[in-house]
């Protein structure tokens, strides 16, 4: 075993201990995929800006900074407030309430595309709820989503994710609705061509790719008659105030959010033209949902909100992504370790082990690049900037305005240590 691994496991007692405890009560130990790791997972206890502390109280640099959904970071003492105040008051009065017409008013007020919307617990919830009126409005039955884009685990967004197989209980009559294709314009064009069944394309917003494609693809489906979603969940309130369709100037038909949306709590949100969203008004969809615009994540997500739009948060992690990207390409380069950090927006994605040219944005040669660390080096790596108190993933960063320059100097210190750790022991 490494030496590394060694340290991971001294350090992280309590951590170990639950981590059998959650090995008897959830697959793989966990309660989401992401978390599943080797030897075990970290416990966490607390998180407040940048930081998260551990059941062991190890403190971290956060960069899962809850999933993306911290911008602001952790633990704000607007959002806080706001979340005792509506607890204060009633977690959940079965009823309409004030506070979700403030929530409703920012996102409209952010997202300009944003006629009319709906509300509800998580990004998956969105999507599917997209799907479905994408499909009564246009009276079509397919959609078209790009290879490997992650829209959510529902049966038909999950169809052509990385993960999906055959036989994970996706029925084949769904995965006949989904047309799975490439980043390719003209295979875009040709299947909208010679197909008439489809309803919507979706796009995922934070893919690494440049603006110009989401551009072409609106033309190509307002041409065609073909609605189009773009997926700005991750990107919502992140790549631009108006996320990724702000950056590239795209009006599309919906848009569906989560994360940034509510402020660090659950809620997700279908929003885009009123004559598509008013497919649930004409009594064809039905649309319930206990939790629905609850009013804690409505406090949380129109305060995160508010804070968006009159403070330059993403600007912020902005700066804070590109001098992090800056210093950990600059410690690769002088180890001589081959790879890349590269990222447009306040996300920077990691390629390590490979050869290949890189410009730190978009990585088209480390997309073709064969060969990489394998998944055991990837964790020894997350093992290492643990015991450096860094907590990240192998493939991903997430930045916050929380993050400083300071904590991000600390943080490519943490990772030539990692790599110089790694190299005495052999894992690289
Ligand atoms: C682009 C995108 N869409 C949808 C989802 C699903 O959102 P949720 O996890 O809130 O269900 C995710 C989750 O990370 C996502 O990255």
Request: aromatic content about 6%.
């Amino acid at each position: 075993m490494s030496r590394i691994t060694e340290e991971y496991i001294k350090k992280h007692p309590k951590s170990a201990k639950l981590a059998e405890a959650g090995l008897d009560l959830f697959p793989g130990g966990v309660t989401h995929d992401n978390r599943r790791f080797s030897p075990f997972p970290v416990y966490m206890d607390r998180g407040q800006g940048a930081h998260k502390w551990d059941v062991d109280g190890n403190e971290y640099i956060d960069y899962r900074i809850g999933h993306g959904s911290m911008i602001l970071g952790h633990s704000h003492p607007a959002i806080v407030k706001a979340v005792t105040e509506a607890i204060a008051k009633g977690s959940h009065l079965s009823s309409s309430t004030e506070l979700e017409v403030k929530w409703g008013n920012k996102v409209r007020e952010l997202m300009p595309s944003v006629e009319k919307l709906r509300f509800h617990n998580s990004g998956t919830e969105a999507v599917m709820m997209a799907f479905r009126m994408v499909r009564v409005f246009t009276g079509k039955t397919k959609i078209i989503k790009f290879q490997d884009a992650f829209h959510g685990w529902a049966d038909g967004p999950y169809v052509g994710t990385d993960l999906d197989q055959p036989g994970n209980g996706i029925p084949e009559q769904t995965r006949e609705t989904m047309v799975i294709l490439p980043y390719d314009l003209g295979a875009v064009e040709r299947t909208l061509n010679s197909d008439s069944d489809i309803a919507a394309v979706i796009f995922q917003g934070n893919v690494v790719i440049e603006p110009t494609f989401v551009q072409k693809l609106r033309v190509l489906t307002e041409r065609k008659g073909v609605l189009l979603i773009i997926d700005e969940v991750v990107s919502g309130f992140r790549w631009s105030r108006s996320g990724a369709q702000g950056i590239a100037d795209v009006t599309p038909d919906l848009s569906t959010m989560a994360k940034i949306l509510a402020g660090g709590l659950p809620g997700g949100a279908v929003g885009g033209r009123a004559e598509v969203i008013d497919t649930i008004s004409k009594g064809k969809i039905a649309h319930p949902g206990t939790f629905n615009a609850n009013p804690l994540s409505a406090a949380a997500g129109s305060t995160a909100l508010s804070i968006v739009a009159n403070e330059p948060i993403g600007e912020i992690a902005l700066g804070n992504a590109n001098r992090l990207k800056a210093g950990l390409n600059d410690v690769l380069t002088k180890l001589e370790v081959p790879g890349c950090v590269y990222g447009v927006s306040s996300i920077l994605h990691t390629r390590f082990g490979a050869d290949h040219e890189c410009d730190h944005t978009y990585c088209k040669e480390g997309a073709k690049a064969k060969g990489g660390w394998s998944k055991d080096a990837k964790d020894v790596l997350v093992q290492a900037l643990a015991n450096r108190g860094v907590y990240a993933w192998a493939d991903s960063m997430i930045l916050s305005a929380a993050h400083t320059d300071e904590l991000i100097d600390k943080t490519v210190d943490a990772f030539e240590d990692s790599l110089n750790a790694m190299r005495a022991d052999g894992t690289i």
